[in-house]
T-cell receptor
Framework: DAKTTQPTSMDCAEGRAANLPCNHS???????VYWYRQIHSQGPQYIIH???NNETNEMASLIITEDRKSSTLILPHATLRDTAVYYC??????????????FGAGTQVVVTP | ETGVTQTPRHLVMGMTNKKSLKCEQH?????MYWYKQSAKKPLELMFV???????ENNSVPSRFSPECPNSSHLFLHLHTLQPEDSALYLC?????????????FGSGTQLSVL
């Protein structure tokens, strides 16, 4: 599976947009980009995923570059409850995959008042 | 509330004890997983069950023994653990383990082995 590179940490002001970058320069054509987050003392939580097109849901937006070598997760209006570790994962969706999400170190996002 | 419930939340056990971790999902999913999260290390996939059949065992030592009696329940039986097995053990479920990577995680069991 392709590996991802994320900044170790970033701060964001409450109410502002948080833009979380992820590099996945070795991504293959059949690999999706997934984002999860893990709030302290909880299990990871699915946020969003995409293949080529930009995606938006009630939690966030995912912007994937045209060459698919990088992506950005956007939290439009960060709140204190968005403080968490955010994981960017690339994963092929094939019938022989068995939930092997390769979680890296992620980005520790701290939202400040 | 994710629909995946793990008990207990915290567990302290000696190296000679036998204990079990329990996971229950109320989402109607047909795949369940055990992950291990050690301090300052990425999550590691341990076991995958699909329709109550184990389909993945990531070279986990035999002192960890999973059990999936039905699609809603998953257990992890522990015996003769080592202090290095202390970690957060997370259960997750999904609709179809082959093609759907939208996993729903429980809050985990924080295990300490003394």
């Amino acid at each position: 599976d392709a590996k991802t590179t994320q900044p170790t940490s970033m701060d964001c002001a409450e109410g502002r947009a948080a833009n979380l970058p992820c590099n996945h320069s070795t991504i293959s054509g059949n690999e999706y980009v997934y984002w999860y987050r893990q709030i302290h003392s909880q299990g990871p939580q699915y946020i969003i995923h995409g293949l080529k097109n930009n995606e938006t849901n009630e939690m966030a937006s995912l912007i994937i570059t045209e060459d698919r070598k990088s992506s950005t997760l956007i939290l439009p209006h960060a709140t204190l409850r968005d403080t968490a570790v955010y994981y960017c994962i690339v994963r092929p969706l094939t019938t022989d995959s068995w939930g092997k999400l390769q979680f890296g170190a992620g980005t520790q996002v701290v939202v400040t008042p | 509330e994710t629909g995946v419930t793990q008990t207990p939340r915290h567990l302290v056990m000696g190296m000679t004890n036998k204990k079990s971790l329990k996971c229950e999902q109320h989402l109607g999913h047909n795949a369940m997983y055990w992950y291990k999260q050690s301090a300052k290390k990425p999550l590691e996939l341990m076991f995958v069950y699909s329709l109550e059949e184990r389909v993945e065992n990531n070279s986990v030592p035999s002192r960890f023994s999973p059990e999936c009696p039905n699609s809603s329940h998953l257990f992890l039986h522990l015996h003769t653990l080592q202090p290095e097995d202390s970690a957060l053990y997370l259960c997750a479920s999904s609709q179809d383990s082959r093609i759907n990577e939208k996993l729903f995680f429980g809050s985990g069991t924080q295990l300490s082995v003394l």
